[in-house]
């Protein structure tokens, strides 16, 4: 029968602690290494996560984006994949703890657990704005949106239905930008014939950002050029504004020494992470240090400081050491930061001494909507409908299996042609039922 073969028992052990972008590549960076590795995850597939916004609006299904974590490592005989919750290390014995209370032994350990939402502190508003971080996040925010449009059809209070078709993106970072344009085109474009009591085109959308611009960092001219292409889809933006307070049916926002409450049944939160909560199972045991997001600030080379069999990647690592300043929480750093952690065993494995990870960045990208993007390479950039086309481009070749990326360019062909978006399903009302009108 076919199968693993058993592990020799002199074989390196890696344990790969989630299956995201880190947490993959690490894993396919070493198929031809002689090592065991075994990679636990709470899911069974791997997210594309950059593309969630696309499933929260309509735009693509779930199993556009997702992968099954076996099918994509069937192939690599020197690898097992766990469907576990891990819930915390134990560092003296070299061992995983997962739920229930087994262990599982490592003589190396790769945690890339990712992140979760930041309310700063206001938990109490995640009910009333939910985040975008996993699929059930994404297909949650669908149901709150379309509902949304469902309920003001059927609302008869002028006011009431205003509160309904008032949007409220929090964070103008690329989710929050990519999100509110989404919003945008769907209310203006793939709604507008659907229904016979309200114009979805008078949907009011609005993004809050407590800095002075649009997607703070990239440089102030391509940024001017997202704020244009956001005014185009109807959307609001509120600069230097913060959010103070949310409500089920409304948001306060801060701005200039003023406060305003806008009523809203839909606040949709991409203002800020913080790591999982691993880093703080590490931190209490290794006397890692925490940043203000809950990451674990590693050495040059990925590792907790004195423990050089834990190393921590992606959005749970704050990485300091080549510019000052923590690398970004973005698909890019994990995945080089798990190829890296890979070659690190490599190298040890074959007595030679690795040397510190070093981030290439190779530009960044963020779309706003048709045929509008902005680009980032180095000290250049460029928007509109080329930089459009580069994010499509490299969104599609970043996903990780061929099926996947002939779906998704099937049906982005057929959305752009009929400005239609397909999976407009609200299903799971759970937390939306006691909103109706």
Known sequence: MAGRPTAAPD????????????????????????????????????????L????ATGGLSPGDISSPLRRVLRRQRNTRVLLADVVGLDVAGHSVVLAGGRTLPYDTVIVAAGASHDYFGNDGWRPHAPGLKTLED???????????????EQEADPERRRAWLNFVVVGAGPTGVELAGAL??????????????????????????????????????????????LQRLGVTTRLNS????????????????????????????????????????????????????????????????GHPEILVIG??????????APLP???????????????????????EKPAAFRYVDKGSLATIGRSAAVAKFGRFG????????????????????FENRVLVAVQWAWNYFTRNRGARLIVGRDGIGSREP
């Open 329 to 351: 929480g973005v698909a890019p750093v994990a995945m080089q930061q798990g190829r890296y952690a890979a070659r690190r065993i490599m190298k040890l494995l074959a007595g």
């Open 184 to 229: 945008g085109e769907l209310a203006n474009d793939t709604l507008r014939q659907d229904f016979r009591a309200i114009d979805p085109a008078d949907a009011q959308i609005v993004l809050v950002e407590g800095t002075d611009r649009v997607l703070p960092s990239y440089p102030e001219s391509l940024s001017a050029k997202a704020l244009k292409s």
């Open 11 to 50: 074989l390196h052990r890696v344990v790969i602690v989630g299956g995201g972008f880190g947490g993959l590549y690490a894993a396919q960076s070493l198929r031809r290494a002689r090592v065991d590795v075994t990679l636990l995850d709470r899911r069974n597939f791997h997210l594309f996560q950059p």
């Open 382 to 401: 460029f928007a509109g409908f080329p930089a459009w086309l580069l994010w499509l481009f490299v969104h599609i070749l970043a996903l990780i299996e």
């Open 138 to 152: 994404a297909t949650a925010m669908r149901a709150r949106i379309l509902y949304s449009f469902e309920a003001a």
């Open 242 to 305: 913060f959010v103070t307070d949310v409500t089920p049916d409304s948001v306060k926002i801060q701005f200039a020494g003023n406060s305003e409450r806008i009523p809203t049944r839909c606040v949709l939160w991409a203002a800020g992470v913080a790591a999982s909560s691993l880093a703080h199972v590490i931190a209490s045991q290794t006397s890692a240090e925490l940043d203000r997001a809950g990451r674990v600030v590693v050495d040059a080379d990925l590792t907790v400081p």
């Open 52 to 55: 969630l916004y696309q499933v």
């Open 315 to 324: 959005d749970m690592a704050n990485f300091s050491h080549q510019t000052g």
